[in-house]
């Protein structure tokens, strides 16, 4: 960057401007919208469907500015989402109060939010009744979610002692929903509120292998991406750990699905 802009400058300036070629990306229409949604949910009726985009199209074009900077965060991938758990059995008020995280909210806002949600007929509700877990040789089934089993390394699915209440079992109902859609998860809590236990009551159920990774301050790219084994008292042997292989196996498989696109 010239020093004759200064340092609050933007570093795009009018020379570099005529180097680049822009596209500009039209936003999707509603009926665009409403068929990718289709077709990447079809178990999602149509009526749903189209609640779900009438209730993003009012928080982005709210006249609250919070409300709008909200609805931004309403993306055709959260909105598949939310679809997508809709299918599953979770009502549309549940789904998208899950999706926006609105238990994380300001009071001000989270009110805001949820009145506007009820005019729209998406009101949240509180399920009722016990949920059960049903496990049989090839499947999973917690509540409505329900998927096959993974199968793995016998060495490696997780055996620890659990005991269900009504609670842990919502939770891992809607951990395995997001599970079975192939979406990531992510937790977070204080230390000692039951994350790990929760996850590796998932993963013996489904008869997932787990990998463990641990992250902290003094962590570093080399302990992260190799492991060290001793096959015999003589030697040591340097391998790839499970994270340095999953990022292996996304590249591969990117790079193969790149080119069969040709």
Request: include cysteine; proline fraction near 3%; charged fraction near 20%.
């Amino acid at each position: 960057i010239n020093a004759e802009y200064g340092d609050k400058a933007e570093w795009m300036a009018s020379e570099l401007l005529g180097m680049w070629h822009y596209h500009h990306h039209q936003p999707l229409s509603l009926k665009e919208q409403f068929s990718i949604l289709k077709t990447l949910c079809p178990e999602t009726r149509k009526e749903q469907i189209a609640q779900i985009q009438r209730i993003s199209e009012v928080l982005r074009s709210h006249s609250d500015p919070v409300l709008v900077g909200i609805g931004n965060t309403l993306t055709l991938r959260r909105l598949v989402s939310v679809c997508r758990s809709v299918a599953g059995g979770v009502s549309v008020g549940n789904a998208i109060h899950t999706s926006l995280l609105t238990r994380f909210m300001p009071p001000l806002t989270r009110q805001s939010l949820t009145s506007t949600l009820e005019g729209l007929g998406a009101a949240q509700s509180t399920p009722q009744g016990d949920i059960s877990v049903n496990s049989d040789s090839n499947t999973l089934t917690i509540g409505s979610a329900s998927m096959e089993k993974l199968k793995g390394q016998k060495e490696l699915i997780p055996s620890t002692l659990f005991y269900e209440n009504n609670n842990q079992l919502r939770i891992l109902e809607s951990l395995l929903r997001s599970l079975s859609h192939g979406e990531n998860i992510l937790l977070v809590g204080n230390q000692g509120v039951g994350k790990n236990k929760l996850v590796d009551r998932l993963l013996e159920l489904v008869e997932a292998s787990r990998e463990y990774l641990q992250l902290h301050r003094d962590s570093t790219v080399q302990s992260i991406t190799v492991q060290v084994c001793v096959p015999d008292k003589y030697r040591y042997v340097y391998l790839g750990s499970f994270l340095y292989w999953t990022i292996w196996a996304f590249f591969l498989n990117f790079h193969v699905a790149f080119w069969n696109s040709f």
